[in-house]
């Protein structure tokens, strides 16, 4: 007999099917199947967020760290931290830092938009806190745009730690990732006054001394081939099997940025990083890219994912630095991640490897972090930790703490905080 396809049926297809079927039917061999599982634990089911605290940490710097242009934290130096406080009606308290920048905002009541919320749903706040740069809330409250980008970066990095926190995870596990040491680069050579050739390289001599095996270094605030020659000392000094970065800080113009990156190029620097003046700085990568011999890295001065995006759609750079502690926070750095990775575009952020770190972890298209080693440039990692991630041997291991995992010293908060709310 032939069946629907023309095709015979055999015994033994016959007895096959048979015995299949008997086994899907079969009342012991379908008991055999079900899965034993047990119930999912139950423990808190749902915070609301009740208070908002912040202080604002200030020390006065106290020599001159040049960059091209400017100092940092200004001419008369300052380091500056924001640190918020998010409580919930648990007793989870979250803990996010940042910059300076969203002081204002901070101050005029901006924290109150999170006040009620679940600080799990986290999408749903960062975009209503987002909301208010596209609003009239913002000229209601004097609430500045740049502010308030601000003022998300420690609100949203809060949220991630009570999440991580009551789920009783380090961030980087709770965002799915792996606690594998991390390459990390140290900052420095910076032009400091009243220095020369004997403190350049004392200065490089110290970093490999703490172990660091990367260094990215300052240019553009000299002539061309005087930063060359700074760069031919650094390079004799770490040797050749040592990773070199070079930071313009946004100090040449496009002519010179492609002068200065063929005669840079012999020291092998892994990276040219914001080479561009802050007016024509991103549409003009694409020109500069045609003509240099050296990575190109940049990204720490946007503050969304727009702006991210039209970055990473010139395909001018090969490393994007979005700086989540200065700017919106993980929500919108994770986004970013998955762009630069779409564009296969390595992540190297910003500073603030202790936040960083976490969500480094976490992405596939991670490439080094950023910190530093001279506690006159940057007295918090110094200072402000009691706990704090460890760097050994250039590269950085996360601590298995709950949450972001940072403890606080209590005197320095005591000694350079100032409450805001």
Request: with cysteine; proline share 5%; glycine share 10%.
């Amino acid at each position: 007999m032939k069946n629907n396809n023309n095709t015979k049926t055999t015994r033994r297809d016959f007895l096959t099917k048979s015995v299949m079927a008997g086994a899907l039917l079969s009342p012991s061999a379908a008991g055999n199947a079900v899965l034993n599982v047990p119930p999912t634990p139950t423990g808190i089911k749902k915070l609301k967020i009740t208070k908002i605290e912040s202080i604002l940490l200030t020390k006065p710097l106290k020599e001159r760290f040049w960059m091209a242009l400017s100092p940092i934290g200004g001419y008369d130096p300052k380091a500056t931290r924001v640190i918020v406080y998010v409580h919930t009606d648990q007793r989870v308290v979250g803990i996010g830092e940042g910059r300076d920048g969203g002081v204002s905002a901070l101050m005029k009541g901006f924290g109150d938009l999170l006040i009620g919320e679940d600080p799990f749903e986290v999408e749903h706040i960062w975009q209503k806190m987002f909301n208010v740069t596209i609003s009239r809330q913002g000229a209601i409250k004097g609430w500045g745009r740049s502010s308030v980008i601000g003022a998300m970066a420690p609100l949203d990095a809060a949220l991630w730690d009570i999440m991580a926190k009551t789920a009783g995870l380090p961030l980087y596990k709770f965002l799915g990732g792996r606690n594998d040491p991390i390459d990390c680069y140290v900052t420095g050579c910076y032009y400091r006054e009243g220095t020369g050739e004997r403190e350049l390289v004392e200065e490089v001599e110290r970093y490999i001394k703490m172990g660091y095996k990367a260094l990215k270094i300052k240019v553009g605030g000299v002539s061309i081939d005087e930063d060359v020659e700074r760069a031919r000392i650094i390079r004799k000094t770490a040797g050749d099997d040592f990773r070199l970065m070079m930071d313009v800080n946004k100090g040449w113009s496009l002519r010179q940025s492609i002068e200065a990156s063929h005669k840079l190029h012999q020291f092998d620097f892994t990276w040219l990083e914001e080479p561009l003046h802050w007016y024509d700085n991103v549409d003009a990568l694409v020109r500069l890219k045609k003509d240099c011999p050296i990575p190109l890295a940049s990204g720490e001065g946007e503050d969304n994912r727009y702006g991210a995006r039209r970055l990473l759609e010139t395909g001018a750079i090969d490393f994007m630095q979005f700086d989540c502690h200065k700017y919106a926070g993980p929500t919108e750095w994770l986004k970013v991640a998955a762009l630069a990775a779409s564009q296969d575009v390595w992540m190297a952020p910003h500073h603030e490897p202790q936040l960083h770190g976490h969500l480094m972890a976490s992405i596939s298209n991670a490439y080094i972090l950023e910190t530093f080693g001279n506690p006159n440039r940057d007295p918090w990692w110094f200072e402000l930790y009691t706990r704090k991630p460890e760097i050994v041997d250039s590269k950085l291991t996360l601590l298995d703490e709950v949450g972001i995992g940072v403890e606080f010293d209590k005197a320095t908060l005591k000694k350079y905080g100032t409450k805001i709310v």
